[in-house]
């Protein structure tokens, strides 16, 4: 199995600009979780799905942030207007079952704003 | 509420010494735990999970980890640290199905020759 996969792996782009990060879990996996990374606050969960449908969004810092799981094997975070605030590294990870069971992460997207 | 806290933020220790990790759990009913391993530039990779089975859990690359109710602890142990095991440590656990996992801080683990 090629395990989580995240595109792209590195993004640098300026304020203002609209981001889209993108990530396909793992075959047969039913709960897909997207999470922030940054030296001051850690690891944080956004936002997880389960069965495409969104269950918890209140780690979504504000409406510059959405996310999107169209279809079982494909989800996207995009932030639209980008700030430098945002810059940190971004994880996906997926499971099979709901929150209470092991997660499997991707490799994360650096994300730089500047 | 439920909540995790890894007691050091950073551990040092000499290749082919013993390694703990500590982390301590909160919650009002017995949770599954983990933990993970996060090395630099990489993703998180599991190490072991804890889910009321055997009380001493095994895992990778010879990590173990046990289960203390009377304690509300979920330490990790190495017997013999080795320079691969350079890495952020975190503690995580799981509460009631359909709740997303809660991630503690992080132990920054530097083993040195």
């Known amino acids: 199995d090629a395990g989580v996969i995240q595109s792209p792996r590195h993004e640098v782009t300026e304020m203002g600009q609209e981001v889209t990060l993108r990530c396909k879990p793992i075959?047969?996996?039913?709960?897909l979780f997207w999470y922030r990374q940054t030296m001051m606050r850690g690891l944080e969960l956004l936002i997880y799905?389960?069965?495409?449908?969104?269950?918890?969004d209140s780690g979504m810092p504000e409406d510059r942030f959405s996310a999107k799981m169209p279809n079982a094997s494909f989800s996207t975070l995009k932030i639209q207007p980008s700030e430098p605030r945002d810059s940190a590294v971004y994880f996906c990870a997926s499971s099979f079952g709901q929150g209470s069971y092991e997660q499997y992460f991707g490799p994360g997207t650096r994300l730089t704003v500047t | 509420a439920q909540s995790v806290t890894q007691l050091d933020s950073h551990v040092s220790v000499s290749e082919g010494t013993p390694v703990l990790l500590r982390c301590n759990y909160s919650?009002?009913?017995?949770?599954?735990l983990f933990w993970y391993v996060q090395h630099p530039n990489k993703g998180l990779q599991l190490l072991l999970k804890y889910t009321s089975a055997a009380t001493l859990v095994k895992g990778i690359n010879g990590f173990e980890a046990e289960f203390k109710k009377s304690e509300t602890s979920f330490h990790l142990t190495k017997p013999s640290a080795h320079m691969s095991d350079a890495a952020e440590y975190f503690c995580?656990?799981?509460?009631?199905?359909?709740?997303?996992?809660?991630f503690g801080k992080g132990t920054t683990l530097s083993v040195s020759s």
């Open positions: 995580v656990s799981a509460g009631q199905a359909g709740t997303a996992l809660i």
């Open positions: 799905f389960n069965n495409n449908v969104p269950i918890d």
């Open positions: 919650s009002s009913y017995s949770p599954s």
């Open positions: 075959s047969g996996h039913n709960s």
